[in-house]
Each structure stands twice: as structure tokens, then as C-alpha cells.
T-cell receptor
């Protein structure tokens, strides 16, 4: 069956521009997570959705970051006024069971 | 102190070697534990869950010591294809952390011929 998909796979943008990253979770998975991973670093938790609500937004690094999920399915992560330090791979994961998170291939964001 | 800490590595071992990775976690209320594997420039994938009684999956053995808040992964008879980054992962439920997995920084393993 289809796994988690993310788009775009690569995004190059200029500093100060807004970007929107999309995640399509596995059908039926109620939990959805966003992480980011900088080069050579571990995964940094950003936000978690259970259905359409986000009980844990503690990882969002600043108010320039926001995320929403509609219909219990697709989620978008928006970064406003991008900065160079936002450059990273943004990973989305979905799960039905505890711990068994299925990750998408990620969006590689480069802010020039 | 980081919530999940791992041996930084890198570990460079010959084929056939046995290698062990360690991980400690700071939250004594953590409920579930996992090892994920991440290949270069790929997404992480679940390798195995870690149970209190210890569990084995082929060449891989995971152990959990709740008293010491310590998790380990043992790989026997290493293969070239085992080369990857191994991520120790801890699950905390309850309150605002419900459903949150915390990933360690990862340990890099390179298996050479």
C-alpha cells in the first residue's frame, strides 16, 4: 500500500520568503508528526497531531512556524519569513500504534 | 541533560563482528522504547521495539534496564548492509507529551569488508 508522501521533495527559497510543506499520511493513521533534521544531527520534534488537533506544539522553534491538519489526513507545515537556519530536511511521520511511526521521504529545504 | 543520550560513535567494525550500542534516557516515567534505523539520506525506519524482558530478532537483540534507565542494541555477525545510523527512541505518554517519541542523536555504524 501507499506510504507517507511529502511534497515537494526539494525546495530552494530565498531568505524572507514563506514556504509550505505538505504531508499525506498513510490512510487511516490518526497520529501525524513533523520533525526536522539538520545535516548530521538527530531528529528534532516539531509538532504532533491526533486527528485534526495538535495536543503538542512544544517543538515549534518560533512563531514563524505553524502547522495544520484538515480532515484528519493531509497536513501542511508553513514557515513564514524563512531564515537560513531553517534549512534542514523536514520529515513527516504517521502512526496507528505507539512507536511504529512510518516516515515520509522528507522535504529538503534550502534557504539561500 | 538530553532526554535521550546515545554513544556518539562512529563504530567501524569488520564483517562478522559483534557490536553493541548503548542509550540512556532521563524520564523515569517513559513507557516504551524502540530502535530505529536510518540509512544515509533516507528516512528513519522502525528496527525493533524493546521489551523489559529483552527481545531478539535474528541477529539483533535489544535489552531494557528500567532501574538504570538504559537501553542496548546488540548486532551479531555484522553485515555490510547493517551500515547505518541507529536511533534510540523513547515514548512518553500523558499530559501534553501524549504520543511523543523522543529520538536520540543516533550512533553511526560502518561495517567494512
Amino acid at each position: 500500500g501507499a506510504g507517507v508522501s511529502q511534497s515537494p521533495s526539494n525546495k530552494v527559497t530565498e531568505k524572507g520568503k514563506d514556504v509550505e510543506l505538505r504531508c499525506d499520511p498513510i490512510s487511516g493513521h490518526t497520529a501525524l508528526y513533523w520533525y526536522r533534521q539538520s545535516l548530521g544531527q538527530g531528529l528534532e520534534f516539531l509538532i504532533y497531531f491526533q486527528g485534526n488537533s495538535a495536543p503538542d506544539k512544544s517543538g515549534l522553534p518560533s512563531d514563524r512556524f505553524s502547522a495544520e491538519r484538515t480532515g484528519g489526513s493531509v497536513s501542511t507545515l508553513t514557515i513564514q519569513r524563512t531564515q537560513q537556519e531553517d534549512s534542514a530536511v523536514y520529515l513527516c511521520a504517521s502512526s496507528l500504534a505507539v512507536g511504529d511511526q512510518f516516515f515520509g521521504p522528507g522535504t529538503r529545504l534550502t534557504v539561500l | 541533560r538530553k532526554e535521550v543520550e546515545q554513544d556518539p560513535g562512529p563504530f567501524n567494525v569488520p564483517e562478522g563482528a559483534t557490536v553493541a550500542f548503548n542509550c540512556t534516557y532521563s524520564n523515569s516515567a517513559s513507557q516504551s522504547f524502540f530502535w530505529y534505523r536510518q540509512d544515509c539520506r533516507k528516512e528513519p525506519k522502525l528496527l525493533m521495539s524493546v521489551y523489559s524482558s529483552g527481545n531478539e530478532d535474528g541477529r539483533f537483540t535489544a535489552q531494557l534496564n528500567r532501574a538504570s534507565q538504559y537501553i542496548s542494541l546488540l548486532i551479531r555477525d555484522s553485515k555490510l548492509s547493517d551500515s547505518a545510523t541507529y536511533l534510540c527512541v523513547v515514548f512518553n505518554a500523558g499530559g501534553t507529551s501524549y504520543g511523543k517519541l523522543t529520538f536520540g542523536q543516533g550512533t553511526i555504524l560502518t561495517v567494512h569488508p
